[in-house]
């Protein structure tokens, strides 16, 4: 079972920026297309961000595209999520997932393995 852990998380005030890790000690970490999700209270869990295994292709939701973004470490087993300008949307839930199976992957159903979460609210 590859074990995925979320850091980073808290709150941040409208137009703040906070950078979201999630580390794994998976030797084949390289291997995987890695993504980030989000829930929102009451909402349905959905697709925020994919990044390949050397991180060549990027995919963003359109509701993030300009604001976050993806990148991998492969050495240090860590993938991150940089989010800029933050609204009161993107408060919920961030979720990391890795995919062995997929390129990148949009879909929850592309992933293998998931985090714990880290909570993201954003309010002034």
């Known amino acids: 079972q590859v074990q995925l852990v979320e850091s980073g998380g808290g709150l941040a005030h409208p137009g703040d920026s906070l950078r979201l890790s999630c580390a794994t000690s998976?030797?084949?970490?390289?291997?995987?297309?890695m993504g980030w999700f989000r829930q929102a209270p009451g909402k349905e869990r959905e697709f925020v961000a994919t990044?390949?295994?050397?991180?060549?292709?990027?995919s963003y939701a359109d509701s993030v595209k300009g604001r976050f973004a993806i990148s991998r470490d492969n050495v240090k087993k860590t993938v991150y999520l940089q989010m800029n300008s933050l609204k009161s949307e993107d408060t919920g839930v961030y979720y990391c997932?890795?995919?062995?199976?997929?390129?990148?992957?949009?879909?929850?159903?592309?992933?293998?393995?998931w985090g714990q979460g880290t909570q993201v609210t954003v309010s002034s």
């Open positions: 997932a890795a995919s062995f199976h997929v390129r990148i992957g949009t879909r929850i159903d592309e992933y293998d393995h």
């Open positions: 998976e030797r084949a970490f390289s291997s995987y297309a």
């Open positions: 990044i390949n295994w050397n991180g060549g292709m990027t």
